[in-house]
């Protein structure tokens, strides 16, 4: 018996990355799995690698920074599996382009980066909560950052967007309490993600190793131990545990100041 056989799962930006390792551990622990992401090759093949390997996944394609998407996404969950009993609401952006401050910070970036890294959140939740109301409980799980706990300079959108996520979080908690629906948040370290390499310039795997030396425990996160840590919080062994944040970030929070003063410049 698998943490989660019967259970049907929705990962949004389940293709690559930290949504990967989400999704990658949900199915092992025998959770239908409902993959929604932007990119078509990536999202195909996570679903087409669960089905071989006999589980049981859909992908559907998804561009989060459309609000008629989130209904569109739990809706072919619904008609593929038959309801919804977890949500994972990961997807997140943070291109390049975000990297100033206020002044100079385009209106059209900033509406991107909220619409997906926080609006869908709330809309995926919107139209989920129905589903697993019908079940008589339910957990969701945000994906925020420990940028929406101690931020750096120069990501004023993506710093908010993560910031309003765990106020959310905190919100949904208590209005969902006494329906058995669990809403919780990971903030993650810095991790082995598509997002943070194309964020960075030069050299890449020394930029992962001066930033793994920014973590105590001396490396960045692999994305399957955020799947591990959302499982956890998913399952019944998590079952009286409500609005609050996971904090998985190799110790780098109980480091304090980890913003050197040049990051962002």
Request: net charge negative.
């Amino acid at each position: 018996m698998g943490t989660h056989d019967n259970k049907v799962a929705i990962v949004t930006g389940g293709a690559q990355g930290i949504g990967r390792g989400v999704v990658d551990v949900l199915s092992s622990e025998g959770a239908k799995v409902c993959i929604a992401d932007i990119s078509d090759e990536h999202g195909q093949e996570a679903a087409e690698t669960i089905n071989k390997n006999g589980g049981s996944a859909i992908f559907v394609k998804a561009n989060f920074e459309k609000s008629d998407v989130p209904e569109k996404v739990v809706n072919e969950c619904v008609s593929a599996f038959g309801g919804v009993d977890i949500l994972i609401n990961n997807v997140g952006i943070q291109p390049p382009a975000s990297y100033k401050n206020v002044e100079e910070t385009p209106e059209d970036i900033w509406d991107a980066i909220l619409n997906v890294n926080l609006k869908s959140y709330y809309l995926m939740s919107k139209y989920a909560i129905p589903h697993m109301r019908k079940n008589g409980k339910g957990a969701i799980i945000h994906i925020a950052s420990v940028q929406g706990l101690q931020s750096m300079r120069g990501v004023p959108a993506y710093a908010a967007s993560k910031g309003g996520v765990l106020s959310l979080t905190r919100n949904m908690s208590l209005d969902y309490a006494k329906e058995q629906i669990r809403v919780m948040a990971i903030c993650p370290g810095a991790f082995n993600t598509p997002l943070l390499r194309n964020s960075m310039a030069g050299d890449i795997e020394e930029g992962f190793k001066t930033m793994g030396e920014a973590h105590p425990i001396g490396r960045i996160g692999q994305p399957e131990e955020i799947g591990h840590a959302a499982s956890f919080l998913c399952s019944d062994k998590a079952s009286f545990i409500t609005g609050e944040y996971l904090v998985v970030d190799g110790g780098m929070m109980a480091w304090g100041n980890w913003d050197t003063g040049d990051q962002g410049e």
